[in-house]
Structure formats: C-alpha cells, structure tokens
C-alpha cells in the first residue's frame, strides 16, 4: 500500500509517499481502506519531532475516514463493508490501516465519507475537553481561541447546538465570517483587538475558555474568567511557558486544565467514541453542525497540506484523499 511518512523530523519537505506492507488487524483490531486522512497540527509537531505522545516520527495520521475490509479473530464480521470514521494513535496517512475496533464510529447519516475523514479528532477533543464530565450550561459563555481551526469550527458548533453562547478568536476577516455563519456570537479579531480588553469591557465572563495558544494567553485567559470558570488548554502554539500570576486563580476559584488525546488509555478514548455517537452525531445527522472542510488534497500531496496549516490559511478541516477514485467535496478549494 501507499503511505507518507516523515523520513526524519524536519519541515514538510521530508514527507515522502512510500509503499509498505499492507497491515494486518489484530486482536480487537479492524482493517480499514482509507477514503481520507484528516491533518491536524499534532501532525506538524510529530513531523517536527516535538510531539511527546508519537511513538515515531514516521507515522503520522490520528484520524481517517473509510471502510472496514477485514477483522481480527474476536471482532464480529458484522463490521465488515461498514463506512466508518477511526480515531487513530498514528498512521493515518496511508491507503489501509489497522484500528481498535472500540475507535470506530459509523460515518453519520447525511456526512459524505470524505468529509467524515476530518471528524473525529475534532470531535473528540472538543467533546472530552468540554462535556465530559463537566459541561458549559446553556446561555453561559464560552471562549474559543482559534475559532476558524478545525477543533475551533467544531467547538463553536457544538457549543451554539447545546445553547451555548460562544465567543471566538480569529484572525482575518473572512474567518470572522465564517465563524459568524457557524453559530458564534461574538468574533475577535485577534491581530486588532484585545480579546481580554473586548470581553471585559462588554461584561462578558466565559465559564470556559477552551485554548489552543498557551503561553501568550495565560494571564488574559484568566482574567476573563467568570467566577468558578474552567480554563482548558489543548494546545501551546505561542509557546508551553509563561509566568502566573495565581491570584485572579485563588480570587475567583477557577480551575486550570489540560489535555491531550492521543496520550490518553485506549478505554478512557472507547468512551469518548461511544459518547461521540450517541450525542454528537445526532447533530450532524439532523443537520445542527455540519463538517467544515476547506480543502482535499491528494494523498501524496502531504507537504502542501502542512504547510497550509503552518500558514493558517485555512477554515476548518484539510484533508488528504487516498482514494482517488473518489470525488472532493463541494465545500473543498485545493
């Protein structure tokens, strides 16, 4: 089979399509053909060799889309020519892969399998960070940094969905637009306003502030907070340091967190799947939130999907196809 891996850790001219032997499922496990291959930016940062929870450099790839051709000895065949999404540890840059049958989802009702190449990670982070065990109420605020991102597209989505009133961080124009369409209340542009200035001087306290930034954020992030509120960190593209000061945290009883998923045990992600299909793909399926993909790119064009995400010019998910057999979406610009 093809795959593209990262030859050594470096920028996205070491990606390199190859061919391997094509993997085979084993214990819980199912064999999926990959229709697409979400990117995320955990990817960019395993390329780069400063992702801690990678077993390589090589396998990148934490979400696919496509359908079950083969299980292993104690997986029922009732699986088998299913259309599915997998969450993946790795590895999901490549025409077949091999997942924990526990990671499975079907592809919802009404989502094209290409697009559903991109739900997964998305959904997971966004559900696990913020409705498990706890939840925003609705008519609370949130605040999502990076609303334009995949994981921001869908967390406003989801958000608005449950009631939620959502404000988010962007930086363009047209990305303003776009989040605007998807449900936000309130859009920031990051590169012209304060967001700490903008939220406090409207009245605004979020309950939760879900971050994608870290360390320039920090101190704003929780001066922002409502009383009791829940900063979320789920990533650090500022940089993972920063000075606190602790006062604004003991003052309003507030409570820092973090998470990543691909570091989490495989139960602790079983339920995170099992939630995800019970409460999430109802509302792709009724139309509520919708996939937000900006762009599919043949498999082998790896490298140009990185560096689209490297220069934020995206709105939403990019993904790569692995079958070429099969047609983009109408959403996609590649």
């Known amino acids: 089979m093809r795959a ?36 995320n930016r955990a990817d960019l940062m395993q390329r780069a060799g400063n992702y801690p929870g990678a077993a390589a450099v090589a396998d990148l790839g934490l979400e696919v889309s496509g359908v079950v051709v083969s299980v292993g000895p104690d997986v029922g065949d009732d699986l088998l020519g299913r259309e599915v999404c997998a969450l993946l540890p790795g590895g999901g840059y490549a025409e077949y892969v091999a997942v924990r049958a526990a990671h499975l989802a079907p592809v919802p009702a009404g989502v094209s399998t290409v697009d559903a190449g991109g739900l997964m990670e998305a959904t997971a982070t966004v559900w696990s960070n913020l409705y498990m065990p706890d939840k925003p109420e609705p ?20 958000a608005a969905a449950h009631g939620v009133r959502v404000a988010t961080t962007v930086g363009s124009p047209d990305k303003a637009r776009f989040v605007e369409g998807l449900g936000a209340d309130l859009v920031i542009d990051h590169r012209r306003q304060d967001f700490a200035d903008e939220l406090c001087n409207r009245g605004i306290r979020p309950a939760v502030v879900l971050d994608i930034v870290g360390a320039d954020y920090l101190q ?24 606190i000061d602790l006062e604004p945290l003991l003052r309003n009883n507030l409570t820092l967190t973090g998470s990543g998923l691909r570091m989490r045990p495989d139960h602790e992600k079983d339920q995170i799947v099992a939630d995800l299909v019970q409460h999430v793909w109802p509302l792709y399926e009724s139309g509520a939130i919708v996939p937000t993909t900006h762009a599919v790119l043949p498999l ?18 990019v993904l790569l196809l692995a079958d070429p057999g099969l047609p983009s979406t109408s959403e996609s610009r590649p």
Do not use: C, F, M, Y
């Open 4 to 39: 593209v891996v990262a030859s050594r850790a470096g920028g996205p001219d070491v990606l390199t399509t190859t061919q391997r032997a094509l993997p085979r499922p084993g214990q819980g496990e199912a064999l999926v053909r990959v229709v697409a291959a979400g990117v």
């Open 139 to 158: 008519g609370s605020w949130l605040l999502v940094h990076g609303g334009a991102s995949g994981i921001g597209a869908t967390a406003v989505q989801i």
């Open 220 to 243: 704003r992030n929780l001066r922002v907070l409502d009383r009791g509120g829940r900063l979320v960190v789920i990533g650090h593209q500022s940089g993972s340091r920063a000075p």
């Open 300 to 317: 082998e064009r790896a490298a140009e999907a990185h560096r689209l995400l490297e220069q934020s010019h995206h709105r939403g998910k």
